[in-house]
């Protein structure tokens, strides 16, 4: 990196990035990392940021930063201005420090999607200021759910791409128990097509595989077992103009 730093990098970006660690950040400090970049870097600390106190932070990247975990944040409460409209949208928080914090500027909308917050939170709290509208993207609200608070402005949109969603969960599982490799194997249909054939062999015995999936009227394809080990080592090497004898010294010497 060093060798390029006089390149136009964008800092706030390489600052940013999950592959720069604080490591790096240490180990050259006379690159010009932004505290920007920085707030949004998951490998920040918070012993680095209290280190660093002094320096540009942004709060507002700094506290929806997924390495900023619900303990610190409770623990660093009244030492850090944490941005409570950002830190809605931080999946490490939960519906207790929410409460216990009620009075502070969160963002509903934000909470209302966010991952960290089950139905059971929501609807055991649904005196709070929810954004049901927005609740409906959560991706722990069901259709189910939806269906159980039929009461609630519920996103009509959203909750058809659920129901669809749910449709195709539901066929494809049906779709897969009823076609086991028993079955598949037992299918006349599959056997008649050549999809599936049935191959001998001289140690296994007989078995099922894959038929060729190309089929040309003109151009029959057979499919045949695997070869052994050295099965066709003679046939081969004859080929290539050995003789019986140098094939028998060949073995002798056990080359082959």
């Not at 078995?207 to 050295?230: A, C, F, H, Q, W």
Request: hydrophobic residues 35%; negative net charge.
């Amino acid at each position: 990196m060093l060798q390029y730093s006089d390149k136009q990098w964008c800092w706030d970006l390489l600052s940013a990035h999950k592959n720069i660690t604080l490591q790096h950040v240490l180990l050259y400090p006379e690159l010009p990392w932004t505290y920007k970049g920085l707030s949004k870097n998951r490998n920040v600390s918070i012993e680095y940021v209290q280190q660093n106190m002094c320096k540009p932070w942004d709060w507002e990247l700094l506290s929806q930063n997924e390495s900023m975990t619900l303990e610190i944040v409770e623990k660093y409460k009244n030492d850090f201005p944490w941005h409570y409209p950002s830190l809605s949208k931080n999946t490490n928080i939960n519906i207790h420090f929410v409460c216990e914090n009620i009075e502070e500027k969160w963002d509903w909308m934000s909470l209302s999607c966010n991952a960290a917050f089950r139905f059971d939170d929501i609807i055991k709290h649904k005196q709070l200021p929810w954004q049901w509208y927005v609740v409906t993207s959560n991706p722990n609200i069901t259709v189910d759910h939806i269906e159980q608070f039929p009461m609630f402005s519920w996103n009509d949109e959203t909750v058809l791409l659920k129901k669809t969603i749910r449709q195709r969960e539901c066929f494809l599982r049906k779709c897969h128990s009823e076609f086991f490799m028993k079955e598949i194997a037992e299918e006349p249909s599959l056997r008649a097509t050549g999809t599936v054939v049935e191959v001998d062999h001289p140690i296994r015995g007989k078995y099922l595989t894959v038929g060729n999936p190309i089929k040309m009227s003109d151009s029959e394809t057979v499919v045949t077992r695997s070869p052994l080990l050295g099965e066709h080592t003679d046939e081969i090497l004859s080929e290539l103009g050995f003789t019986t004898d140098e094939l028998i010294a060949l073995r002798r010497d056990q080359v082959i």
